[in-house]
């Protein structure tokens, strides 16, 4: 049997039509958008509490949140993050330390997030074989194995993001780490042998005008499969111009475009819709079409490609697949479910 729903942002609208029969969705932009109630029309989301009018729907405890959703994938992006990849970058940077003789290292992150990079730099982390160490110990070890500790003694982290909702939660995580904050914006610790200092800069670095000087790193953890390749290449370039030697740049997480369950699920039959539920397969390729549409890069060698076009060449690559548990992972886990139930909608 067919049935008629109505998504509308009157709730008087959506009872008037209760009464003949008509199932209701509110969206009201703010408890649904009208993207979310085409997938909870077509059963790719559950309701939620607030937009559900039927006592009999199953609903859904989930919310969006992107503070939640960052804070649940840096534990996953940490473990992701390729070990080898990761110990090579320390080996640059250390090679670096010993030319310039200058004992300071100059990274900007674009895209930070919650500082998770950061993070990784002063702390390590991952697990088991995924576990890394702190890049920072990674490379006064490089060091003193030939005698030269001492040429690495500072730490300017210059940290980019554009959605200011994230900022109290920078805040929060460079108090956990330690940080005092000495200026507007600017904060400092000291850890034996080493001051580092974070500058916050809340905007789109594509958009600043007083870029940092003599970078040594840039650095966009899930970040380059945002952009189209050549048009990544240039705002680096752009952003990097006052730098007085090339920067090392440092893309870990590039999304592939593949994703999967383990195990994998077949074509199954639905008993009550008397018609096929597509395979993982089929629901992931809408997931991967839904974010091309949206001018994602889906093709790391276009990156890789770009870069030496422009002049640059490939240190090294590595893999960095997620791994999600739902049950260890639980939050991250729901997310995807509910961003692969809106990519599905248009389809």
Not at 36 to 48: D, Y
Not at 153 to 170: D, I, K, M, P
Request: glycine share 8%; aromatic share 8%.
């Amino acid at each position: 049997s067919k049935r008629i729903i109505l998504l509308d942002d009157s709730l008087y609208n959506i009872r008037q039509a209760s009464t003949v029969g008509i199932h209701g969705i509110h969206v009201n932009g703010k408890d649904r958008t009208l993207e979310e109630g085409l997938a909870e029309a077509l059963g790719h989301i559950l309701p939620n509490g607030n937009t559900s009018l039927d006592p009999k729907s199953p609903l859904s405890n989930y919310k969006f949140s992107d503070v939640k959703y960052l804070g649940a994938k840096n534990k996953v992006d940490a473990n992701a993050i390729d070990t080898i990849v990761w110990k090579a970058l320390a080996e640059e940077f250390a090679l670096r330390l010993q030319k310039t003789k200058n004992g300071t290292l100059r990274v900007a992150d674009l895209g930070a997030g919650m500082l998770s990079m950061l993070e990784l730099f002063i702390n390590g982390g991952g697990e088991n074989e995924q576990l890394k160490a702190s890049m920072l110990s990674l490379i006064r070890n490089i060091l003193a194995s030939s005698g030269n500790s001492d040429e690495f003694t500072e730490l300017q982290y210059f940290a980019y993001e554009s959605n200011t909702n994230l900022l109290g939660g920078c805040k929060e995580k460079l108090r956990k780490l330690g940080f005092q904050e000495v200026a507007g914006n600017k904060w400092q610790v000291s850890l034996p042998e080493m001051k580092v200092t974070v500058h916050l800069r809340p905007k789109d670095f594509q958009n600043e005008q007083n870029p940092p000087e003599s970078l040594d790193l840039i650095m966009g953890c899930c970040f380059a499969d945002l952009f189209e390749p050549d048009q990544l290449v240039l705002s680096l370039q752009r952003f990097a111009h006052k730098s007085s030697h090339s920067p090392l740049v440092y893309l870990p997480i590039t999304f592939a475009g593949e994703t999967r369950f383990k195990t994998t699920r077949p074509f199954a039959e639905n008993k009550k819709g008397n018609r096929l539920v597509p395979s993982d397969t089929t629901a992931f390729q809408m997931y991967a079409r839904s974010l091309i549409t949206h001018g994602h890069n889906l093709d790391h060698s276009r990156i890789v490609n770009a870069m030496c076009n422009f002049g640059g060449s490939l240190i090294a690559k590595g893999s960095s697949d997620w791994i999600i548990h739902p049950k260890k992972n639980q939050y991250l886990w729901e997310t995807m479910m509910y961003f692969f139930g809106l990519s599905g909608a248009s389809e």
